[in-house]
């Protein structure tokens, strides 16, 4: 559970990307959908906007409106305690969970009935309550929580920085789709990912050097292990120090620059990426993983996302072709 510093470019763009399909009202998932721009009854589309560089919704939860940052790198779903108290019994089952900088004290877990995120209602979830004070400052927003891998976990999720809008289709225990009507535009490629615990983790390459990076939607800056291989490191440009701050408040200077020659294969590759250069030690004994970095924000702005955890797949979108 986590949430990095990172950045983004987005465009927007009007164009129609999903068909819309008649389903049967007996192949509803469990998921119902309420408000939302339905593309299916099993397919919903959320719209966000990007504050700071992250991906926020609106949501509503327990008669409160407010914000939600979308965060593939945090286990569960996070209330700011700011708006949520917990209930009496569970003021003294404070725990401790491990984030990628430091460990997150004083968690809160609480047992929630309903949530209704915009257009969806999920039912009997679990969450950690914590105290996000420091995040809904200094973006500046009212900032309700964060949503995690423990809701996203039964849906294929499409991330779209371009028209800024994510698309949620349920799957059954295989990952396929309850719908195969879906998307209007063609999946071009894809690639494989591993999953340990929440946390998703590609094969990849700087140059031909092999190397293991995690994924995760809330990082505004992709992270290089700072003790990588020095043939690596040499694809490193440096620029100036930046500050991150973990979802405990700490915060720690880093060094700031562009990553090149970033591929996960022959035919998906990126240009060059603001990263920032960082200790991942913690994470990586915390979550028994061996990163060599995270993709971020850089990642999503190049390409068009769809991610499918049971099938453990990413698929990829070619962008829109913008006429002047």
Do not use: C, W
């Amino acid at each position: 559970m986590h949430l990095y510093i990172k950045i983004i470019i987005a465009l927007v763009f009007s164009a129609q990307l999903f068909a819309t399909e008649n389903h049967p009202t007996e192949a509803q998932p469990p998921i119902i959908f309420l408000k939302a721009e339905i593309i299916n009854v099993t397919t919903t589309r959320i719209p966000f906007k990007v504050v700071d560089q992250l991906i926020v919704v609106e949501a509503e939860l327990l008669d409160k409106i407010g914000n939600f940052i979308v965060d593939t790198g945090s286990e569960t779903l996070l209330l700011n305690s700011v708006h949520f108290k917990a209930p009496r019994k569970y003021l003294d089952r404070g725990k401790e969970k491990n984030g990628v900088h430091q460990t997150i004290k004083d968690v809160k877990e609480k047992y929630l009935k309903a949530l209704n995120i915009k257009d969806i209602n999920l039912a009997k979830l679990n969450a950690d309550i914590l105290d996000l004070s420091h995040i809904e400052k200094t973006k500046k927003i009212n900032l309700l929580g964060i949503i995690g891998y423990s809701i996203l976990k039964d849906f294929e999720v499409f991330i779209d920085m371009h028209l800024r809008q994510i698309t949620l289709t349920k799957t059954d225990k295989y990952g396929e789709r309850l719908s195969q009507k879906v998307y209007a535009e063609t999946i071009t490629d894809s690639v494989e990912f591993k999953l340990k615990r929440h946390t998703i983790i590609l094969n990849a390459y700087v140059e031909n050097k092999p190397v293991q990076f995690g994924l995760d939607t809330a990082a505004e800056y992709n992270q290089l292990n700072k003790n990588i291989d020095s043939e690596i490191l040499k694809y490193f440009y440096p620029g100036n120090p930046l500050k991150l701050t973990g979802a405990s408040g700490k915060q720690k200077q880093v060094l700031a620059g562009k990553l090149f020659r970033v591929k996960l294969n022959d035919s998906i590759y990126f240009g060059p990426m603001k990263t920032v250069l960082t200790n991942l030690k913690q994470m990586n004994n915390a979550f028994g993983t061996h990163l060599d970095g995270i993709l971020g924000f850089e990642f999503f702005a190049q390409k068009r996302t769809i991610i499918n955890y049971k099938k453990r797949i990413l698929y990829f979108i070619d962008n829109p072709i913008v006429k002047h």
